[in-house]
């Protein structure tokens, strides 16, 4: 059988071009979380950690709607929660929520948390995902759940009982809320986001028409290791970004 060898992210020799790669990432996920439906207000948000300066982040401006972001619109944030470059404000739930989850996980390079549709109807049910699917199959053993909802997330305090939630997992299911996926690339952490959405309303649909058959323990950590890699999660995001960058060349103004 003919050997593939699967495309890789890319490694940079320039801080520079790794850090426009990552903007430029970033701001294709958000034009596709719009594509999806997966914006809502004001509510949702992306990160992308700085490949210079590691303890920021980069973020959608509060209150842009994600179908409109560009690069240059992506503000800069510290530790701190200070916008240290450009010239709108963040959202405090995103500080409060990606800041902690960024500590916690040096890891971690992005983080993506939106209010979508079947997340939110799937978080309400304080379950965690079962392996129906292949594609849920990424999932598997690789979320947890996190009960504690107290409103809106403003405190870093509670950011930081999401972190702890998290664990070393790629996400994890904010119950009455949504949930939060990781990557080891921005490419990844939104390719999650997508594949954990449409999991879940595939379950929703399954449990609506009948009692669906899980994959068995073995089979499923199988096709973990098969679909649930970094690199395959970074690897499905290309024909995504490839489409919307096609669609949407403006965005990486």
């Known amino acids: 059988m003919p050997k593939f060898n699967r495309p890789q992210p890319p490694i940079f020799e320039r801080v520079e071009d790794e850090r426009l790669y990552r903007k430029q990432r ?3 996920a958000f034009r596709l979380f719009a594509t999806f439906g997966f914006s809502e207000g004001t509510a949702g948000h992306i990160t992308a950690r700085d490949p210079e ?3 920021h982040f980069w ?10 972001i ?5 503000i800069l944030v510290d530790r701190e929660g200070e916008v240290v470059k450009g010239n709108a404000p ?8 990606h800041s902690q989850v960024h500590e916690a996980r040096p890891d971690v390079i992005a983080a993506a948390h ?13 379950r965690l995902l079962d392996p129906l699917t292949q594609d849920a199959c990424a999932f598997y053993q690789d979320h947890t759940l996190f009960k504690d909802y107290n409103g809106v997330v403003l405190d870093t305090s509670e950011g930081r009982k999401i972190a702890e939630a998290l664990s070393d997992k790629k996400a994890v299911i904010l119950q009455n809320h949504g949930f939060l996926t990781v990557g ?4 990844e952490a939104a390719f999650w986001y997508i594949s954990f959405e449409r999991s879940v309303q595939a379950q929703l649909l399954a449990e609506a028409a009948g009692q669906p058959i899980s994959i068995n323990h073995e089979t499923a950590t199988l096709a973990h290791s098969q679909v649930g890699t970094h690199s395959g999660g970074w690897f499905s995001f290309q024909p ?8 949407q060349p403006d965005l990486l103004d």
């Not at 973020?59 to 409109?68: A, D, M, T, W």
């Not at 560009?70 to 992506?74: F, I, N």
């Not at 963040?90 to 929520?97: G, S």
Request: hydrophobic content about 45%.
């Open 90 to 97: 963040v959202n405090r739930a995103a500080f409060a929520i």
């Open 70 to 74: 560009r690069v240059s619109d992506l």
């Open 114 to 126: 939106a209010h979508s549709l079947y997340g939110k109807s799937w978080s309400s049910l304080g």
């Open 26 to 28: 970033l701001a294709a």
């Open 240 to 247: 995504l970004y490839e489409r919307i960058v096609r669609q």
């Open 184 to 187: 080891h690339t921005v490419d």
């Open 53 to 55: 300066f590691t303890d």
């Open 59 to 68: 973020v959608n401006p509060f209150g842009l709607y994600f179908g409109h």
